[in-house]
């Protein structure tokens, strides 16, 4: 299975402030259609994950600009420009790749 | 809109089996896989499978296998996911969800959860 390492696992920042997370895989990420799926999902306490950034930097509907994704490879980037309050909550990449996905383990974002 | 809606909570005895519901609407059921995805308490998220509502073909988590069943009833567009000999550490909140398009293989629309608690 491919292992999905982010870093930091808890982020403390100032709001207005940017914000940034790692992802590492264990393996290459491109398929051999040649995409690379690698997603990023932000969870708000107590709701379901929601979809942020698809094929490393795609924005999902209704996603505001300040959230972006880049990367390539093994090493990837969730960064938000400026932090507000409603982004409060757990990010989690995602591959899917090679079955079965995996997710990274989470990082805490809070407003310090 | 897409909306995928869940069975209510469960809590279940060890050794039972539940089955949780995912009813989908505003889409055309049978152009979009069903993924089963699950959270333990305060934990992080598992991929436990998905199955195809085109022609129900399924990929299970390894760790799963022999103990969870994916199925879907394409007249009323509703996948199921069954899990069988349930322990303490099934405990978990259960998720259906889809791809937000065709070929992206991410998960854009998610179920609201559903609550399974397993406990003597």
């Known amino acids: 299975d491919i292992v999905m390492t982010q870093t930091p696992l808890s982020s403390p920042v100032t709001l207005g402030q940017p914000a940034s997370i790692s992802c590492r895989s264990s393996q290459s990420l491109v398929h051999s259609d040649g995409n690379t799926y690698l997603s990023w999902l932000q969870q708000r306490p107590g709701q379901p994950p929601r979809l942020l950034i698809y094929?490393?930097?795609n924005r999902f509907s209704g996603v505001p600009d300040r959230f972006s994704g880049s990367g390539a490879g093994t090493d990837f980037t969730l960064k938000i420009s400026r932090v507000e309050a409603e982004d409060v909550g757990v990010y989690y990449c995602?591959?899917?790749?090679?079955?079965?996905?995996?997710f990274g383990q989470g990082t805490k974002v809070e407003i310090k | 809109q897409v909306q995928l809606v869940q069975s209510g909570a469960e809590v279940k005895k060890p050794g039972a089996s539940v089955k949780v519901s995912c009813k989908a609407s505003g889409y055309t059921f049978t152009s979009y896989g069903i993924s089963w995805v699950r959270q333990a308490p305060g934990q992080g998220l598992e991929w436990m499978g998905w199955?195809?509502?085109?022609?129900?073909?399924?990929n299970y988590a390894q760790k799963l296998q022999g103990r969870v069943t994916m199925t879907t009833d394409t007249s009323t567009s509703t996948a199921y996911m069954e899990l069988r000999s349930l322990r303490s550490d099934d405990t978990a909140v259960y998720y259906c969800a889809r791809a937000s398009a065709a070929g992206t293989r991410d998960f854009g629309y998610w179920g609201q959860g559903t609550l399974v608690t397993v406990s003597s």
């Open positions: 995602m591959q899917a790749t090679q079955f079965p996905q995996t």
């Open positions: 199955i195809s509502a085109y022609n129900g073909n399924t």
């Open positions: 094929k490393i930097s």
